[in-house]
């Protein structure tokens, strides 16, 4: 599945945002931002697929929002509450170019959104990729 292998990609690159520290130059704060963002893009995309091929109607014309609350009642996602967040936090990278939001996102994103994609990844793997 394209859009699952992507977020694993997208998963693997993010990754890296551990191996910066700061203080951040503008162009690291804000690449780490920008692979945040696309792992967030990639990881709805994954779950949006994922439940359509699994007959979720939601799958086949879901926005992002709509998708995680259906992740959430179907147990791929545990905490609701976070992936909302990410949501609002993936909307302000746009906002990136300042250099307190892009913080806040790096910051967040090494806090609790890195580990919030990997147990979504080992929920895929361990109850949906079969």
């Excluded at 990410?86 to 990136?96: G, Y």
Aim: net charge neutral; glycine share 4%.
């Amino acid at each position: 599945m394209k859009k699952y292998e992507n977020f694993c990609a997208a998963l693997k690159n993010l990754k890296d945002i551990y191996n910066y520290e700061e203080p951040y130059t503008n162009v690291v704060l804000t690449g780490l931002a920008a692979l945040y963002e696309i792992c967030f893009e990639q990881s709805w995309k994954a779950v949006k697929e994922i439940l359509e091929l699994n007959g979720f109607p939601e799958g086949k014309t879901g926005s992002p929002k709509q998708i995680l609350k259906t992740a959430y009642q179907a147990g791929m996602i545990k905490d609701e509450k976070i992936w909302v967040e990410a949501l609002a936090t993936r909307n302000s990278v746009a906002h990136a170019y300042n250099q307190a939001v892009a913080l806040d996102i790096v910051r967040a994103t090494k806090k609790k959104y890195y580990q919030m994609f990997c147990d979504l990844k080992d929920e895929l793997d361990t109850n949906w990729m079969n």
